[in-house]
């Protein structure tokens, strides 16, 4: 099993910058792709970002650019710097991990980012 938890979320200005961070325990070998997402309200989840074991990453097209995905296999970690923030990036942003042995879909419980003035 794997347990995801989230931190960093909060309040942020339009043009500001923000981290959010996941922490990964249990069968950390077991973990293959990670990656972000976020819902907003009255919106569909959406990939965010997600990065390989092996580094290579991909973003969605509103965030290429700004975002930046990053982990640390050892400490079993993953972050997202987010820069250059909009209102439309006000979501509730949540870490994902996939396994292929056994093959599982993890999440954690969700941070919520809000860009406002």
């Known amino acids: 099993q794997v347990q995801l938890v989230e931190s960093g979320g909060g309040l942020v200005q339009p043009g500001g910058s923000l981290t959010l961070s996941c922490a990964a325990s249990g069968a950390l070998m077991r973990i293959n792709t990670m990656g972000w997402y976020r819902q907003a309200p009255g919106r569909q989840r959406e990939l965010v970002a997600d990065i390989t074991r092996g580094g290579d990453t991909d973003y969605a097209d509103s965030v290429q650019g700004r975002f930046t995905i990053s982990r640390d296999n050892i400490q079993g970690t993953l972050s997202l710097r987010m820069n250059s923030l909009k209102p439309e990036d006000t979501a509730v942003y949540y870490c994902?991990?996939?396994?292929?042995?056994?093959?599982?879909?993890?999440w954690g419980q969700g941070t919520q980012v809000t860009v406002s003035s």
């Open positions: 994902n991990a996939d396994s292929v042995i056994p093959p599982r879909i993890y």
